[in-house]
Nanobody
Framework: QVQLVESGGGLVQAGGSLRLSCAAS????????MGWYRQAPGKQRELVARITKGSTTNYSDSVKGRFTISRDNAKNTVYLQMSSLKPEDTAVYYCKAVATLIDYWGQGTQVTVSS
């Protein structure tokens, strides 16, 4: 069983920055892809950013140029650096790890951006 533990969420003013962390209970190099998703109240969960085993990254159009996903294999941790935050970035942010036959999710961390 794999555990993903997110941290780093909180309350920040618009224009501010936060860094989210996702610590995995096993070697993250074993996962094909790791990603960050978010879900705002009343909305569907959406992809924010993803990073492959080979460190190829993809971003949603809404965060491109403001967010950066990275990985530290030695620490089994994936990060999401968020800058120039907007109120519409307010959501619960979830970490996801994609293995060959199964996906794993973290419990989520709340990010609230005040205007």
């Amino acid at each position: 069983q794999v555990q993903l533990v997110e941290s780093g969420g909180g309350l920040v003013q618009a224009g501010g920055s936060l860094r989210l962390s996702c610590a995995a209970s096993r070697d993250i190099f074993s996962f094909n892809v790791m990603g960050w998703y978010r879900q705002a109240p009343g909305k569907q969960r959406e992809l924010v950013a993803r990073i492959t085993k080979g460190s190829t990254t993809n971003y949603s159009d809404s965060v491109k140029g403001r967010f950066t996903i990275s990985r530290d294999n030695a620490k089994n941790t994936v990060y999401l650096q968020m800058s120039s935050l907007k109120p519409e970035d307010t959501a619960v942010y979830y970490c996801k790890a994609v293995a060959t036959l199964i996906d794993y999710w973290g419990q989520g961390t709340q990010v609230t951006v005040s205007s």
